[in-house]
Nanobody, 120 residues
Framework: QVQLRESGGGLVQAGGSLRLSCLASGRTFTNYNVGWFRQAPGKEREFVATISRSGATFYPYSVKGRFTISRDNAENTVYLQMNSLKPEDTAAYYC??????????????WGQGTQVTVSS
């Protein structure tokens, strides 16, 4: 089992920045890929960023160049730095961990989410 806890969400104006954190506990953190997903009301959960066990990163076009995912294995934490935020980035953001999955939604472990609201 891997337990995940997100933090760092909040209200920010368009063009601003936020840094989300995902703290993991349980099994060896370095064995897992960690992804960030988001879900807006009435929409499906969508992929935002992933960092693999080896440190490779993946982003969809919608956030590439604005969002940066990183991991600190010593602290069992993955970060999502979000810059140049837009109102359409408003959503609940979830981190997830899996030994194999990278960019699709089939992660084994999920956090409870943290809300990000971007005002125009």
């Amino acid at each position: 089992q891997v337990q995940l806890r997100e933090s760092g969400g909040g209200l920010v104006q368009a063009g601003g920045s936020l840094r989300l954190s995902c703290l993991a506990s349980g099994r060896t953190f370095t064995n897992y890929n960690v992804g960030w997903f988001r879900q807006a009301p009435g929409k499906e959960r969508e992929f935002v960023a992933t960092i693999s066990r080896s440190g490779a990163t993946f982003y969809p076009y919608s956030v590439k160049g604005r969002f940066t995912i990183s991991r600190d294995n010593a602290e069992n934490t993955v970060y999502l730095q979000m810059n140049s935020l837009k109102p359409e980035d408003t959503a609940a953001y979830y981190c997830a961990a899996d030994a194999a999955t990278l960019t699709n939604i089939n992660y084994a472990y999920w956090g409870q989410g943290t809300q990000v609201t971007v005002s125009s």
